[in-house]
């Protein structure tokens, strides 16, 4: 433990004790809350546009609180440490899931690991406001088996020809890389029938005005 590179982690993930898993510890919503403050989880296929609906989401509502993940893969062009991942190396990884910091974490695309920090989330929704996630199928699965008042919310594309397309459009993986993805994508879309919801992202601005209703961010 002495050697671990937690350093980095203070201002993230030090703040009070750590939170034991316990379904009662998750449990967010105070009796009697309208459910407002529970847990979101957005998943679907790579591409779909997960990240540019909660991008809209945020625009509009700029206090919501958003899971910065960690992962082991390399930064894109323009993303920025500590704002669009925590970028840790794998031992940084491994000491996390040692210490039981992760809420949940995976393999994606068999590459590379990602992982939601549990206490900013735990703090969040233990005060009293909502928290979103966007993760992939077997995060959604953990954070469902952990916390069962959670809310999952499958994207789906309008159709698989379009998938494809905004993949390769946004042009940030190499074809072996959108291979992978898609081969991900295919077994992804069987599971949208495990969410609460399906969201057809075939408008941001609709997807997105959807994704607020079932959140009660609505006025
Ligand atoms: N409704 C839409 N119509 C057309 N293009 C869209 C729509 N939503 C998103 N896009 C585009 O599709 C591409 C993929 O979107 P985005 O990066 O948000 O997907 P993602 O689901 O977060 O992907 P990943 O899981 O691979 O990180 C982007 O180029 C984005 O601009
Ligand atoms: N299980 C988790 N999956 C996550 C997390 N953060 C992101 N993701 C998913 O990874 C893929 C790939 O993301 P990319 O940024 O490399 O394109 C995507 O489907 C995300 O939803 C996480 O904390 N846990």
Redesign the pocket.
């Known amino acids: 433990m002495g050697s671990r590179p937690e350093s980095r982690w203070h201002g993230v993930l030090a703040m009070g004790h750590h939170v034991p898993m316990t379904h009662a510890s998750h449990r967010a919503a105070p009796p009697g809350h309208d459910g407002a403050a529970r847990l979101t989880v957005l998943a679907?296929?790579?591409?779909?546009?997960?990240?540019?609906?909660?991008?809209e989401l945020r625009r509009r509502h700029p206090g919501l609180f958003v899971s910065v993940s960690a992962t082991t893969r390399s930064p894109r062009c323009g993303e920025i440490d500590g704002t669009h991942y925590h970028f840790i190396s794998d031992e940084e990884f491994d000491a996390l899931v040692d210490d039981e910091q992760m809420l949940e974490w995976a393999t994606v695309h068999g590459c590379h690991r990602y992982g939601t920090p549990r206490r900013p989330v735990i703090q969040r929704l233990e005060a009293g406001a909502p928290a979103l996630l966007?993760i992939d199928l077997a995060g959604a699965r953990q954070v469902r088996a952990a916390m069962p008042d959670a809310r999952l919310v499958f994207?789906a594309p309008p159709s698989w020809e379009?998938l494809v397309s905004?993949?390769v459009?946004?042009g940030t993986e190499g074809q072996r890389e959108q291979e992978r993805?898609l081969a991900t994508a295919r077994v992804e879309m069987e599971a949208a029938g495990e969410f609460d919801h399906t969201v057809i992202?075939?408008?941001?601005a609709r997807?997105t005005d959807e994704i607020e209703s079932l959140m009660g961010l609505r006025g």
């Open positions: 679907g296929p790579t591409a779909v546009g997960k990240g540019t609906i909660v991008a966007e994207i379009e905004r993949l459009g946004r993805r992202n075939d408008s941001v997807a």
